[in-house]
DNA sequence: GTTGTTCCATGATTTAAGTCAACAGATTTT
DNA sequence: AAAATCTGTTGACTTAAATCATGGAACAAC
């Protein structure tokens, strides 16, 4: 059985032709390899023209780099084209909430939309680069496109959905559960992206990890030499190798985005 | 100090004189009595006229009816009028996850957007009454009217927001804070529906309370003895009485909907 | 009203995860 | 390349909440 997908981005973009690679600031919506994923999904061509006049390509960020911070006026959502985001909160005592993981082709700031504000904030948990999309004019894009229109409600949806899923892996306990339930989202949206869905980096650290599973990080730490231990999965450092992903189901109980 | 919120329904209904009554089957939403917390809000006399013709009011319910089931096919959203609702997941050893507590004026439904199929179940938690609005109708109506498209993203992002929030009061533990914020954002969306913030009756039982909030009914009975014995509430069963809410805020850490 | 359920409170015990602490490996900085 | 900082692992101990168990109160059905 051959895997259909490409072994990392590099050699994605090297093979990469007209289409140009993902990382190249320039390339219109049109042609990024991302469209599937996604704000265009079911636009036609001349659909994503109108989209392409209103979005700004190619922002790069730096590893820590801030996308927005909490309460920042809301003015766009984002496209992440490439690295990874964090989303998070910090409470009153200063100690900082992580609120989501966002990978290429997602879409990030959803979160400002009710109040035009942010209620949290994103930073680059690497080198990365995305697209901004000035919501007011997405706004009235929409008006005029029903099938955009309809794209932004579902992709809204599904940021409920995801949060919901997040919910109840947060509230029925079990730290394996938890961290399980992490590695198979990353798994199968790695997957979506055809990259392998076997072996991937963690872009968060364990602290990082343990806040957003609401679990301590050495927690974190044990249950990953727990699922070492195992030969569930082999982990070195960030790096992490899926070995058995029934296995990994069944510690899961399959809750979060089953691959 | 007077209060200027009425002391129950029932006495606020006798009032109303030509409004009618908000559990009235045949009110319609520029006449109903939650239109400044329900989808109406921001459209003009004309547009709520429009929005009128596609929804279709005055469902009736009782306690333990469904208004969908988990995986059933999405077709509406649906507004509460009167009572409150349960939205859950089963899970695959049959556990039932209350994922979402829902009351007069608040919108119910949306996690059906993304896959036209509910990600999860809605039940009556008591009598109580709804109105239901075909997605699809209001999708047409919401492209011929921006002021609806923009009134329904923001209600989407709302319920983004309000997940996330219940999402960082279940990572950061702590029983106590989980119920004291529960009953905190209880207090605060009756406080809006011009109900006293300080008495009210819970809707769930101390199981339900538990499941939503990550812990065991046992837990929530004792965190409600203990805030009894500080004397920041007083509990009889299901009827609840704010009598200190700073403090009450103060257990909280003041995470969910702050009044 | 009586009977049968469901719901709630509280005690005793167990357990999973938190906390504290020390050290080793990585990564950055200079 | 050395120093300094951040990040991850593991152990020992503590603790908050889960589990198990009982009795009583509230509610529903008959």
New interface residues.
């Given amino acids: 059985m051959k895997p259909n997908y490409q072994l990392d981005v590099a050699e994605d973009c090297s093979r990469a032709v007209k289409r140009t690679c993902h990382t190249n600031p320039s390339v219109s919506c049109g042609d990024c390899r991302l469209g599937e994923l996604c704000l265009p999904i079911a636009l036609d061509a001349q659909e994503i023209g109108h989209l392409d006049e209103i979005v700004k390509r190619g922002r790069n960020l730096k590893k820590g780099d801030y996308l927005y911070r909490e309460g920042d006026e809301f003015n766009s959502i984002y496209a992440i084209r490439a690295g990874s985001f964090k989303t998070f ?1 910090s ?3 200063g ?1 900082e ?1 992580v ?2 993981l966002y990978l290429p082709g997602e879409i990030l700031g ?6 035009n504000r942010h ?2 904030s994103a930073v680059a948990l690497e080198t990365g680069s995305f697209c901004e999309i000035p919501f007011h004019q997405l ?2 894009l ?2 005029r496109i ?1 099938s955009l ?2 794209r ?10 995801k ?6 892996l ?4 079990a730290a394996e559960e938890r961290v399980a339930a992490l590695l198979l989202s990353i798994s199968s949206r790695n997957h979506r992206r055809k990259l392998s869905p076997f072996n991937f980096r963690l872009p968060m650290t364990r602290a990082e990890i343990g ?4 679990i301590t990080l050495e927690t974190v730490s044990r249950v990953f030499s727990r699922l070492s231990k195992q030969n569930i999965v082999a982990v070195d450092n960030k790096e992490i190798q899926v070995l058995d992903i029934s296995a990994l189901k069944a510690v899961a ?3 979060m985005g089953c691959s």
């Fill in positions: 909160k409470s009153w005592d100690v909430q609120t989501g959803m979160d400002g939309i009710s109040n209620g949290g706004e009235e929409s008006a029903p229109q309809g932004f409600f579902r992709l809204m949806g599904q940021e409920i959905v949060d919901q899923q997040m919910l109840t947060l509230s029925s306990n806040s957003y599973l609401g109980k399959v809750k």
